[in-house]
């Protein structure tokens, strides 16, 4: 009587061999460097909308809620927070050396093109046409940021503090900005402190 061979295992769910699959991450300093190049040369009126879909939905080099805990981060520290989200991500995969070539990419090329621009402007400035497509870059730019802070949104739902006092804070915050303007420094510290004292109460043991 012959002894059956021995079947392989098989794995337990199909998605295993995707779940170990590796993380998309830069390959090198270079792919480091050229990626905030083109990010920040596409960033016409504010990089947030430009640096949340290349990061997260193109490249996925971090998931939504990580994208919304590193913005937090970099909008409380001091200069610009793009700028402050760059150097985090770079050093995060290389050290210091990252944290050079990502914030070299974000402020190169930029630079130049700032430089070209502002000559252009001095010579142009009175001209009614250009006057005009400023306006209306400004108004896309306003969606645009818009539109990503509804993608951030997101991730509140699953915030220890639930979606009504998340959404109660977003609001307050809007009204000192947007409605009262108050100085950002004192919103951030004043209004994000009481946000993380109350998120660390919830989550306390």
């Known amino acids: ?27 090198s300093l270079s792919d480091l460097f050229f990626s905030f190049s083109i990010l920040a ?3 016409f009126g504010g990089v947030l909308a430009v640096v949340q879909r290349e990061l997260v939905e193109k490249k996925q080099w971090m998931t939504n809620e990580e994208f919304a805990e590193e913005w937090a981060v970099a909008q409380i520290m001091p200069g610009p927070n793009v700028v402050n989200l760059s150097v985090m991500i770079g ?3 290389f050290g210091w050396r990252g944290a050079v070539a990502a914030l070299a990419g974000m402020l190169t090329f930029p630079t130049l093109v700032v430089l070209g621009a502002a000559l252009f402007y ?3 400035a009175q001209d009614p046409h250009l006057a005009g497509a400023l306006r209306g870059m400004a108004a896309v730019a306003a969606g645009m940021v818009g539109a ?6 997101a991730p509140l739902r699953k915030h220890p503090l639930g979606q009504a006092l998340c959404a109660l804070l977003a609001a307050l915050c809007f009204g000192m900005v947007g409605l009262m303007h108050w100085p950002l420094g004192w919103v951030i510290p004043g209004l994000g402190l009481v946000a993380c004292a109350l998120t660390w109460r919830k989550i306390a043991p």
């Open 122 to 124: 001095a010579q142009h």
């Open 41 to 43: 040369l596409q960033g």
């Open 91 to 93: 050093e995060r995969y």
């Open 1 to 27: 009587m012959s002894t059956p061979r021995p079947q392989p295992e098989r794995p337990s769910e199909p998605c295993a061999a995707a779940a170990a699959a590796p993380r998309p991450q830069p390959r």
């Open 148 to 153: 990503t802070a509804l993608k951030l949104a």
